[in-house]
C-alpha cells in the first residue's frame, strides 16, 4: 500500500482531493448550470454520508475515508476511460436528439470496468 503511513489529516486531505478531481470530471456531463451545480454536490454528498455514518457507527480509523477516495477517484478514472463515449452522447444531446441507451454489454462493461478500478484502487491505496 503507498498510503500506509498516512495519518487521518493525510487521508482528509486525499478524501477532499479526489472528491474536487470527480467534481471537475463530473462538470463535462451537465449540460445546463443547474445539473454543474449537482454535479459538483454528488461528491460533497458523498462525503457528507461517509461522515455521517463513520460518527453513527463511533468508527475512527481511515478505512471510510480511504475507500471514499478509492470511489472518487475510480469514478474519476472511469469517466477518462469512457471519454470517447461520453463525448459522443453529449454531441447526440447538444444536437438536439436523445442519448442512445445503454445496451446491456455495455452497463456490464462499464460495471466491470468500475468494479476493476476501484479495486485497483483500494489495493493500492
Not at 104 to 123: D, E, I, P, S, Y
Request: overall charge positive; proline content about 2%.
Amino acid at each position: 500500500m503507498l498510503t500506509s503511513s498516512f495519518s487521518t489529516t493525510h487521508w482528509w486531505i486525499a478524501a477532499a482531493v479526489s472528491g474536487i478531481a470527480l467534481a471537475v470530471a463530473a462538470q463535462f456531463l451537465a449540460a445546463t448550470a443547474k445539473g454543474r451545480v449537482l454535479t459538483a454536490l454528488l461528491p460533497m454528498a458523498g462525503a457528507a454520508s461517509v461522515v455521517v455514518d463513520s460518527a453513527v457507527r463511533d468508527y475512527e480509523g481511515n478505512t471510510p475515508l480511504a475507500l471514499y477516495t478509492a470511489t472518487m477517484l475510480g469514478l474519476t478514472l472511469c469517466r477518462i476511460i469512457f471519454a470517447g463515449y461520453l463525448r459522443r452522447q453529449r454531441e447526440v444531446v447538444r444536437s438536439g436528439q436523445q442519448m442512445e441507451p445503454l445496451t446491456g454489454k455495455q452497463t456490464a462493461l462499464f460495471f466491470l470496468t468500475f468494479t476493476a478500478v476501484v479495486t485497483a484502487m483500494a489495493v493500492v491505496l
